[in-house]
């Protein structure tokens, strides 16, 4: 989260694939302005929700029972200013992501975990933590 935690304050944020919504709840505790959160799985729904209850950040988030890859589909290019994705692992997400990202970019910063043999296209910076990687891929300016 360092890494982009100059370009939080005010962000409006997308937690990808979301599951309990720690990189989303991290990102408000930072100073995002708001933050959307992805998330499919029923069970993973409730625990977000009961996490965003609990720290009281309703008023600044919203929830989408909705598939990840479709709701990116969606998107118009830099809907978001940070994009966090921590797709499962051995399914290409990552790879799927940073594709679609690198057509419409719709986000300024797209931060996507992932194992260290995947190798989303693009030119992002990694940064390697054991057997994961978190990769970033940013909007030229």
């Given amino acids: 989260m360092s890494i982009v935690g100059p370009s939080i304050p005010g962000a409006r944020v997308l937690d ?9 709840l991290e990102a408000l505790s930072r100073g995002a ?14 625990t977000l929700r009961d996490n965003i209850d609990s720290l009281g ?10 598939d990840a890859m ?18 499962p692992y051995d399914r290409t997400f990552a790879t799927r992501l940073a594709e679609h990202w690198l057509a419409v970019p ?9 194992r260290v043999d995947e190798h989303p296209p693009g030119e992002p910076e990694r940064r ?10 940013r909007v030229e300016v």
């Fill in 57 to 66: 950040a309703g008023a600044a988030t919203t929830v989408h029972r909705a």
């Fill in 16 to 24: 990808l694939f979301a599951g309990s919504g720690a990189l989303g």
């Fill in 106 to 114: 719709f986000a300024d910063i797209l931060g996507i975990e992932h």
């Fill in 128 to 137: 390697r933590y054991g057997g994961t990687v978190v990769s970033f891929l």
């Fill in 70 to 87: 479709g709701f990116v589909e969606k998107l118009p290019a830099r809907a978001y200013n940070i994009a966090f994705a921590d797709p």
């Fill in 33 to 46: 302005e708001a933050v959307d959160f992805v998330e499919l799985a029923p069970a993973s729904v409730a």
